[in-house]
């Protein structure tokens, strides 16, 4: 037989209704296609076609009890297939609609995509044909029977369970002028009770024998029948059937009952006397295999007892069917029926089933930290079969980061409540809780635990916000400079770091970092070249995207003594300087200066004389360089000095420098303040002004005069000139060019003497002067020369 296939398809629902319903005869060996649910459900149409190859199927558990799983989902492609070989009478009640419901999860990768219920139908095969209890019946009408008289016959019984399978018609095969019919009344379980109905009275005499046949034909396609052969005896037989007291029967059980108390007692009357009046009682041939082996019916006394084999806790109904038949020839009998309610008051803790819908190993599934605040994760299906509020379950999952979800009762989902961080929490065990609501409330737990797997979430950083490092001058290259150090928790490529240098082009960076984010020297460095460096270290994991921090880096060119002072004045050596020493004047001579280019300590100066110092004429700040007199002097300590000068440094070694000055010394007993304070006024031009225009007064007055003084004026002047030169330019024997530094009186003017470009004045003052005194002169001459 193929199996047949229906489509429905039915308004998907959020999780639960109907998404598909299958139909498959029964009696097909294990392993027999079902349905292509992915095609069939249309699941897969939203998605592209490169992500339909990702999607999983599979099957929830089964919510059957006492049978092994019925069908099989293939994971990869969605079809169904039976598990075993389905038995539409072992697996459901006649008359009924037969089918199972199968979850099926649907899900790409981590991501659940839906629920589908399929519903298979398991269509009964018409593989039972109606059947007698026996091939021949033999009946009996009398002679006085009136039109209408109707004798019972046995029904046929199909075993087929679906409805048209099982649905049997009646016919009667006669001679034309037999005067039989066939009435068909339909019982309380549904079979029909059949009777020969009398269409005219008999005579013995004319025929007292007929064979008739009676045709049962089931529904099916094709049909199934069989045949009665009745034989008809004409004779004086009479007969009433067993009558019950009530048709229906309704008792409910509960679980304390004790199994040799009837759970009821049936009872049916038989007008008839004697044997035709005795009646036993037995289940109807409607009556489930099930509920006959777990009930036992007394034949005589009709009372129904539990039988020993009875458990709670699996259906809340039953239905037998009691047939009381009494013993006349031929027996007649009544059926009832009766329904026993099963109220279970047992109380069993609720079962727990969690489906994962991503990737799982036992008890634990696995999910990516960036999955979405929402995303479905398992799938929790409790089951719970006490009766009332025994039954009745109430979940609970306590937990920050998940939560439970209802899908409709004792249905759930476990979702995603708030984000995940696998560098905070990689691992997270979850107990769902569900209680029963009876007295006492009895509760299951299922625990299960969620691994986080990594996602390169996290920017690498740096230990410090910036690293300083000190190096010193003159090592090697591949010195190492330091460690910097970054820190990235993702796990795999993305924990791993590479550091590089930042670097702007034009500049030459002489360093370079190791993988493990050590720094090194490219060549050796020189204090004195650059004392501190400033770049920036770039580190990024090799995660997808790769993430990426930057840090400032300084390193700081530690100083060496390495550099030597040296004299910048005196710039020669060996170097002369004249000194002219006046009385009460400054002891200050002049300043000596030398330059390290080292820093700190190491460019820290310290002046002393070496040498020519024996008399201890001169004194020297060691730190200033100031050199000055010890004391006033005298004529005695004119001369000429060596001097050897020495400067040092403060480093390790410490370095040094000399120089030689030659020093000549001449001693004034004159004081030239006098001179130099008149000289250093700054009205001098105006004087001067003033002295020409008195000049010019005088010259004028004197032209008369001036043929008859000019010998004497000529004499006069020569004699001042000549006694002023003496001490008036004391810069003059300067040997060096640079007469500025020579002459101190250029830096501080209090210093030493008149400096040379003064002279101009000064002459033009002793021409004054001559002209003055020429005047003077040639009044005195006009007075006392005779000329
Ligand atoms: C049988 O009993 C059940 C509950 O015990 C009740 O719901 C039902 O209506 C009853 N049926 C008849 C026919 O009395
Ligand atoms: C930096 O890393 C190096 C090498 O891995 C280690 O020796 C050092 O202790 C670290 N320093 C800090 C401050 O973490
Ligand atoms: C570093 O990361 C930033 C984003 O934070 C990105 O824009 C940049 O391109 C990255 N740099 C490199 C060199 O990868
Ligand atoms: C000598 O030099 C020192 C240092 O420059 C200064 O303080 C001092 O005033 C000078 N003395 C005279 C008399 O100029
Ligand atoms: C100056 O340095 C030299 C070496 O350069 C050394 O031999 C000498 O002793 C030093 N002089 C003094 C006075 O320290
Ligand atoms: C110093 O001055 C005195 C007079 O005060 C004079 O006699 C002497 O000759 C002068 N000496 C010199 C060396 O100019």
Known sequence: MLIQIFLFLVVLNLCYSLDFT????????????????????????????????????????????????????????????????????????RNEECFKIVDVAVRKRETFIKILEIKVIIQDANDHQPEFPEKEVSIQFSENDAKGTK?????????????????????????????????????????????????????????????VQVIAKDGGSPPKQSVLDVHIAVTDVNDTPPVFSQNVYNVSVKNEHEKTFPIVILSATDADLEQ??????????????????????????????????????????????????????????????????VINQQNNPPVIDVNFVSASTGNTATISEDIAVGSF????????????????????????????????????????????????????????????????????????????????????????????????????????????????????????LTYSLLTDQQDFLPFQIT??????????????????????????????????????????????????????????????????????????????????????????????????????????????????????????????????????????????ATTTVFLTLTVSNKTIEILSTALSQPEDKVNMFLLIVIVLVAVTVSVPVTASVSICFIRCKNRKNGSLSAGANPCAKHISEERHLMCPSHLDSSWADVPGDRTTELDTLLIFLSIYLSIYLSIYLSNNCDI
């Open 276 to 341: 035709n009046g005795k009646v036993s009682y037995r289940f109807s041939s409607q009556t489930s295999n099930i509920a006959k082996s777990l009930f036992d019916l007394d034949e005589s006394t009709g009372e129904i007892f539990l039988g020993k084999d009875f458990t709670f806790g699996q259906k809340l109904i039953y239905k037998l069917y009691v047939e009381a038949t009494d013993e006349g020839n031929p027996p007649l009998s009544s059926t009832a029926k009766v329904v026993v309610y």
């Open 377 to 496: 994760i398992a799938y929790v299906k409790v089951s719970d079969h006490d009766f009332g509020l025994n039954g009745e379950v109430i979940c609970d999952l306590h937990h920050n980061k998940f939560q439970l979800q209802s899908l409709g009762t004792k249905k759930f989902k476990v979702i995603v409540k708030d984000t995940l961080d696998r560098e905070t929490r990689d691992h997270h065990d979850i107990t769902i809780i569900c209680k029963d609501k009876g007295t006492p409330s009895l509760q299951s737990e299922s625990k299960f635990s969620i691994k986080i797997m990594d996602v390169n979430d996290v920017r690498p950083q740096f230990t410090e916000r910036i690293f300083k490092f000190v190096v010193d001058e003159n090592q090697r290259s591949k010195f190492p400079v330091g460690f910097i150090n970054a820190t990235d928790p993702d796990l795999g490529l993305g924990g791993q």
């Open 22 to 93: 299958y139909y498959v005869e029964d009696g097909k060996s294990p392993g027999a296609f079902v349905g292509d649910i992915a095609y069939d459900t249309h699941v897969l149409d939203s998605l592209l076609p490169q992500d339909r190859k990702l999607v999983r199927f599979s099957q929830m558990r089964e919510e059957t009890i006492g049978t092994s799983q019925l069908f099989r989902v293939s994971r990869n492609t969605g079809k169904i297939y039976t598990a075993q070989a389905l038995d539409a009478e072992s697996i459901c009640v």
């Open 515 to 656: 993988d493990n984010g050590q720094i090194l020297t490219l060549v050796s460095l020189d204090h004195e070249f650059q004392d501190v460096y400033e770049f920036q270290v770039f580190v990024k994991d090799n995660g997808k995207p790769p993430l990426n921090s930057t840090v400032k880096i300084i390193v700081e060119v530690k100083d060496e003594n390495d550099n030597t002072p040296y004299f910048t004045f005196p710039s020669v050596n060996p170097y002369s300087l004249d000194v002219i020493y006046y009385p009460r004047h400054t002891k200050n001579i002049t300043v000596l200066k030398a330059f390290d280019r080292d820093s700190r300590e190491n460019a820290f100066l310290k002046y002393e004389i070496l040498k020519g110092n024996d008399k201890q004429l001169f004194t020297l700040n060691h730190y200033s360089g100031l050199l000055s007199f010890s004391r006033d002097l005298n004529q005695q300590d004119a001369g000429a000095y060596d001097l050897q000068f020495i400067v040092k440094d403060n480093g390790i070694p410490i370095l040094n």
């Open 151 to 211: 004798v019972s016959i046995p029904n046929a019984i199909d075993g087929d369970v679906g409805i048209l399978n099982s649905q049997i018609t009646y016919q009667l095969e006669k001679n034309k002028y037999e005067p039989f019919a066939l009435s068909v009344s339909k019982s309380l379980d549904g079979t029909s009770k059949l009777s020969i109905t009398l269409e005219e009275r008999l005579d013995r005499e004319v025929k007292d024998s007929y064979i």
